[in-house]
């Protein structure tokens, strides 16, 4: 279905802002931080905008969700972000954060889905897990009998599940800052975790003391935070093929000759079964757009129009060859309309 996408209409208060600002209007660069997972997509897009367009490049850089958001909502000006990528949807602490630095109306622009991959070396077995199994290896304590937790004692996944190898535990992963650690220990710690009955029941009971014994992460070597780097992680699992690296499906489909990813509940974490909704481990991923940079920093209008096109984000969209998962149709529209009109977030 072909699609069309206006003029953004910039308002009053824009107009303010490059009356009263010349520090912002000073740069004549688009500048993105965010998300390590949406950074090819985002360079991609970038790469092509600054070819095909009489606008500069604009300047992308890796900072993980949560260290985008923070640089995102410091403020307005030259000096701050236009632009930030996420690999999870914003926090209401950040929404009220952006709103003491005098960020008002922040644009949420989806683009797509990813899915969060187990992977290892190529070298090894393909992993079939479930998100239990995730819990029990990688959650700092684990269920001793009903209502009673202990840390984590397991070393091997055989200890886990006798059904899966005697091979240390050994998971490289990204830091807290990542949206795709969050997303990784809501959709896969957590999945698993509400798998046990006086767990899930937890939950209404205790939802602080759930979402500690669901959402924390061992420290204890099983884990090992490996950065926002997903090339490094590669790299160290290549060189150890009893390691597994933590990362999103679009990279592991740039690296498919160097590592596989683990079946996740009988699925492989493939582009069909991510878009169908049957890979368990999948989430979505957004654009957030300073409203009142819009009109103040050269090119932001047609940025946007270039990341929302057919030919970038649609079905058959060059953004698709990088492992991006398109939205449906409807959630197209919805897309369209918001940046369109420039609709603030709302949670």
């Keep these: 279905m072909p699609r069309t996408f206006g003029k953004l209409r910039v308002s009053a208060a824009f107009f303010a802002l490059l009356a009263t600002s ?22 991609t897009v970038a790469e ?53 630095n005098g960020v008002d109306e922040i644009v949420e622009v989806k683009i797509g889905y990813d899915g969060i991959v187990l992977a290892n070396s190529r070298k090894s077995d393909v992993m079939s897990l479930t998100r239990k199994d995730i819990f029990l290896a990688l959650a700092k304590d684990v ?22 190898p005697d091979v240390k535990i050994e998971v490289l992963g990204p830091p807290p800052t990542s949206g795709t650690r969050d997303a990784f220990v809501e959709l896969a710690m957590e999945g698993g975790c509400k798998q046990i009955d006086w767990i899930k029941a937890l939950k ?8 500690a014994l669901c959402h924390t ?6 884990f090992v935070e490996a950065g926002e780097n997903d090339n490094l992680i590669v790299q160290k699992l290549e060189v150890n093929p009893a390691a597994f690296g933590i990362f999103g499906f679009s ?29 368990p481990i999948s989430r979505s991923l957004y654009v957030y757009v300073k409203k009142a940079h819009v009109g103040v920093i050269p090119g932001i209008e047609e940025f946007l ?38 609709t603030p977030v709302k949670l």
């Design 204 to 211: 209404k009971s205790d939802k602080n003391a759930y979402k």
């Design 48 to 100: 092509r905008f600054g070819k095909n367009t009489d606008f500069k490049t604009p300047v992308v850089e890796q900072t993980g969700s949560g260290g985008g958001l923070k640089l995102f909502c410091s403020g307005t000006g030259e000096k701050t972000p236009d632009i930030t990528n996420a690999s999870r949807r914003i926090k209401a602490s950040e929404v009220a954060l952006c709103a003491e």
């Design 217 to 222: 992460i061992r420290e204890d070597g099983g």
């Design 143 to 164: 269920p001793a009998g009903e209502g009673k937790t202990k840390p984590n004692p397991y070393k091997s996944w055989k200890e886990v599940n006798p059904d899966l």
């Design 251 to 279: 990279f592991l489909d740039q690296n498919s000759d160097k590592v596989q990813g683990s079946i996740v509940e009988g699925n492989e974490p493939e582009f069909e079964k991510i878009a169908e909704g049957d890979y």
């Design 305 to 342: 129009e270039e990341f929302i096109s057919e030919d970038a984000f649609g079905e058959d969209g060059y953004l698709g060859d990088k492992g991006l998962i398109p939205l449906t149709e409807e959630e197209v529209e919805d897309v369209l309309d918001a940046v369109t009109n420039l």
């Design 22 to 43: 010349t520090a912002a209007n000073a740069r004549d660069q688009i500048t993105i931080v965010g998300s390590s997972t949406v950074f090819p997509f985002a360079t």
